[in-house]
């Protein structure tokens, strides 16, 4: 599993030879327009990056939710999320809001089993809103965080549309008294960052610090030391929309 | 028909009131969307579930029939027709003008429209989208280049290597349209290639189905007759193509339906929501069965006038087409979870319903008016009418 996020990635890599090819029929040479594959140290899991420093191909960031852990009725991670990114604004319609994460409840068909969970951008090793994204404003950072580049987003929305978790949302609104430390913008796409910012620091995205339970944990999928490592290799967990073999950041146990 | 006969000055006159009504909606529609930049997308009825709502459809439409309506050009030039030949500068007009109307409706819906050079110099080319960049510019270019073959007779000789390049190079930007959907890996309603063909043909009928009413427009207005030779072939041809997607249409929903995970989604659009009967009576019935009536009963099928109102009824069945196919395959939840029943704050697991505000509308209709706009002022300025030489035509054995 560990290797899959720094594979390239072939169905993408067969698209880019496609397109390239029909670029040819018209142009000599077309370069992508973003190149954000880095090469650096590997940072431990729990380090602050170097300013300056590139983020490391050879750590995965991810979360492992534990959906036996989470209470109905908890709203604690969402709270934490918005409040630390600055999602505040309330449309009359609340399918206009964002919502970077969001509590769904579940119904097994089968035996009326009903479970709650955390979704939130699966942050995928293969994700289809870098794929189909036309500016490239869509990325995966070398560590694996998928993020939208505010400066190059066009608002087309195609990464909506492609994402299989419904993860992504449009900020159909002016924004006042944002997070210094998290820009966003009208007319962009914004997803869940994992925090980014607060990694970059050696410091744990908000819901994972908010929930009460202690029903989320972060850290270094690459890194087989690390407790999110070990907790994966010993319980059985599951991929969201695992069939789409995207190989998500994001692990669920008790699903 | 007699109606659109009239001496020049009066014909002076209409031109200037058709261009100012045209410039007016097409005004209208850019002020719409300065009006959603300023405000943002709230004032529209898009949202986080519906993502891309009737600007989008209009677009589309638009940009499907400016590649289909060049069809008639190909015809002449690429497979040597002489009947279609004569209309290929008509043909080139109104693809220009009508991807003209399609990628001003796409392109002022973007979040950050103001953004149109960065989607021009940051092109990713894993996607459709970032192809795009490529196959519209050279689409105009090569056009533009069609006509002049065209319509510069010492150029004449390089028409039929201009109009093949110009049809290969539709195929493959409609392709790029389908695949804008075929592309989309989690989407009940999307995510198979027989979307990019599919769109090829749906471009053949619904750009035929536009150049017969305007040809018809043309000759009314000049006061002269569409000769019926013309008239015979075309409405068979048109036929032809709206049984195409018809019968494509019967593939992907029966591929669909075939498959267990998907039953639940045909059952939603060609059953059980809003988007059922706009299917079947807008698509199926207005859209295809019926045309299809009037271009074969003997009743009809020799009138201009029916063969006209079965164009347009294509038309109206392209708009539910693509209104079932977009907006219905967005209503429909992501089966995020298969085998759970879902709930959410975000409409997870939840058929949704989408209204257009009117904002979405004008800016729709902006299109629209470019797109007949540009066609006014081009056939006013240059020679579009097409003129047959008949007795050729019927030597030829009328093809």
Known sequence: ?255 | MSMFTSNPSQQESRFYLLAAIGGLVSAIGVAAALYMEHEGHVVTGMNNQFVWGLPHVVSIFLIITASGVLNVASMGSVFGRALYKSRAPLSGLLGIAMMTGGLAVIMLDLGRADRGIVAATHVNLTSVFGWNMILYPVFYGLVAVYLWTLMERRMNPYSKAAGLATFVWRVILTSGTGSIFAFLVARQAYGTALLAPMFIVMSFAWGLAIFIPVQAGMYASSGEKLPPLVHQRMKNLLATFIAAVLYLTAVLHLANAYFAKNIAFETFILFDSEFAGMFWIGQVLVGSLLPLALLFHPATSTRTLWVNVAALLVIVGAYFHLYVFIIGGQAFPLDIFPGYDVKSSFMDGAVDHYTASLPEILLSLGGLGIAFTITLIGVRALTFLPHDDLAKLEAAGAD
């Open chain 1, 1 to 255: 599993m560990s290797d899959q996020g720094t594979k390239l990635n072939p169905r993408r890599s067969f698209i880019a030879a496609a397109g390239a090819g029909v670029a040819g029929l018209g142009f000599t040479v077309i370069a992508p327009g973003l190149h954000l594959m880095a090469v650096g140290e590997a940072n431990a899991a729990t380090e602050a990056r170097k300013v300056g420093s590139a983020a490391s191909p050879a750590v995965r960031w991810g979360l492992l939710i534990d959906a036996n852990k989470c209470a109905p009725g908890c709203t604690k991670c969402i709270d934490a999320c918005h409040t630390e990114n600055g999602v505040s604004e309330k449309l009359p319609d609340p399918r206009q809001n964002s919502q970077w994460i969001r509590k769904i409840e579940l119904v097994d068909r089968r035996n009326g089993r009903v479970t709650q969970l955390p979704m939130m951008c699966q942050h995928c090793a293969n994700p289809p809103c870098v794929d189909v994204c036309p500016t490239g404003a869509s990325m995966k950072r070398a560590d694996g965080i998928v993020l939208v580049d505010r400066h190059t987003c066009i608002g087309c929305r195609y990464c909506m549309m492609a994402c299989p978790y419904k993860a992504r949302s449009f900020v159909h609104t002016p924004l006042h008294d944002q997070n210094p430390e998290v820009p966003r913008g009208q007319g962009c796409v914004e997803s869940c960052t994992l925090c980014v910012h607060r990694v970059d620091k050696g410091q744990q995205p908000a819901c994972v610090e908010s929930c009460p339970a202690g029903a989320m944990m972060f850290g270094d999928l690459n890194d087989p030391g690390s407790d999110i490592a070990k907790r994966i290799a010993s319980v059985p967990t599951t991929q969201v929309r695992a069939d789409l073999r995207l190989n998500p950041g994001v692990r669920y146990q008790g699903l």
